[in-house]
């Protein structure tokens, strides 16, 4: 079944994406040092380039790269393994559907004991209004999952004996980019189900028509048999013209009115024909063809489980899986960064680039003399140059805009982007966020009047997750 395939995301298939989202929420959690460590990072990074092919796809990378983690992590957390050894899918669910359905319908038909059909409010109606129903939502827009829902997903899907705090994360992110490929099973299953239940009740009606003796007749304070007819003729029109078995006119329809103490005489047989027709047209073969449907969608999603290619995660796994030793080269306004920035900045980059990369910091441009950045050069392969600069300090266009453009003019071939270090400005406005916001934004306006992107980050004590996800973000403008 073919389908639209997204540029912005990988497609892997529903056991390699697994795979990689338990990875992904071990190199993402907090560091213990015990079930996962940066050195474990870099040798199943290493393998896995040794081990695919350089013009090998992205997706294959990804899979190849997590089954060398999941060696390492397997020993060391076994409700990780565990977690990926569970089935959340079983073919013979769809015949448990089925079983279930039928029984049902049958039970529906022995409930009633009753041998006489009311011909204005059979069963029969209920089914095919509620199906009907269900039918018009199917063309609506979806709608949003409540996030209970979800939620008691996550848990189900995270639900492992001793399971660890990556665990959980793992079960939430199945939980999320997992969710089409649940909902369209579950869609399976249930008009599997509903299929089955209208065939349980047509057949419980013809098994006890084999041995009951089935009458019909009618009653209504309000309506006379001219109208009985008219309606009945409209409703029933598909199963009469599947059937060709025609409704009654009026006469034949008042001769089976029945008074309030007497009861139905009409021969139910025909009836029965039809309304079974009906249950075949608008409930059984529409239900199978949205099972067929959902089926052909699961099988689809199942191998292609959308993970997203702009996650931070993802963006440098595709940086290492291209090649290369990540160069950055550094160049301060101002001042240089002290000591504990510079080992901040270097963590950073670090956590973006992969412990492959190789930093060089450049002699700090004084302020007024901005066009003097213009002769310093990239070194050969450089991968990206930032300007840094203090948050602190107000965007100027004669200033700082001046030494964008002469960094550019320097290095056009080379990506640029602008770091501004907040330690002492967020330190300094600490209990007023909206000084901070306001002072992000006009530098954001800054580096988006020269097309470049835009991060800020304490670098002194840098969240490396935020600022990881801030770096990527800015990279990607």
Known sequence: MSRTVNPS?????????????????????PADGKAWAAEDRALVTRLARETTPADAAPERYLDERARHALHVLAPRDKSAARWLARRFWRPGWTLLALLLGLVLGLAVNAVDGSQHINLLAPP???????????????????????????????????????GSAPLQACGQAWARHGWPLTVARAALLLHLAAAALAAGVVAGLYLRGLVLDFRVGWQSTFLDAATVQAVLAALLAPAVALTGIAVPDAAALEALRVGPAGAATGVAAPWIHLYAAMLALFVVAP???????????????????????????????????????????????????????????????????????????????????????????????????????????????????????????????????????????????????????????????????????????????????????????????
């Not at 995301?9 to 959690?29: H, N, P, Y």
């Not at 999603?301 to 997203?308: E, M």
């Not at 510079?342 to 004084?366: E, H, I, K, N």
């Not at 901070?436 to 097309?451: L, P, S």
């Open 9 to 29: 995301s990988f497609f892997l298939d529903e056991a390699a994406a697994r795979r990689v989202l338990m990875v992904q929420a071990f190199e993402t959690g």
């Open 124 to 162: 029969v109606w209920v089914l095919i209004a509620w199906n009907l129903v269900v039918y018009l939502s199917l063309l609506l827009p979806a709608a949003v999952v409540p996030k209970r829902a979800r939620a008691w997903l996550a848990r189900r899907l995270a639900s492992a004996p001793g």
């Open 287 to 477: 239900r199978l063809a949205l099972a067929l449907w959902s089926g052909g969608r699961a099988g689809w999603l199942s191998r292609h489980v959308a993970l997203p290619r702009d996650d931070p995660y993802f963006q440098r796994l595709l940086r290492e899986h291209r090649g290369g030793t990540p160069r950055v080269q550094v160049l301060p306004h101002g001042a240089a960064p002290g000591a504990q920035a510079a080992l901040g900045l270097r963590a950073l980059l670090a956590q973006v680039f992969g412990p492959g990369l190789q930093l060089t910091l450049a002699a700090a441009t004084p302020y007024g003399e901005e066009e003097a950045a213009q002769g310093i050069a990239p070194e050969a392969e450089t991968t990206l140059r930032l300007a840094l600069v203090e948050l602190g300090a107000t965007p100027e266009e004669d200033t700082h805009g001046r030494f964008l453009q002469s960094l550019q003019a320097a290095a056009p071939g080379v990506p640029l982007l602008l770091l501004a270090d907040a330690t002492a400005f967020d330190r300094r406005f600490a209990g007023l966020p909206s000084r901070g916001a306001e002072r992000r934004q006009a530098w954001q306006q800054m580096a988006d009047a020269h097309g470049v992107g835009f991060a800020a980050a304490a670098l002194d004590a840098p969240d490396l997750a935020a600022a990881e996800a801030a770096v990527e973000a800015a990279l990607s403008r």
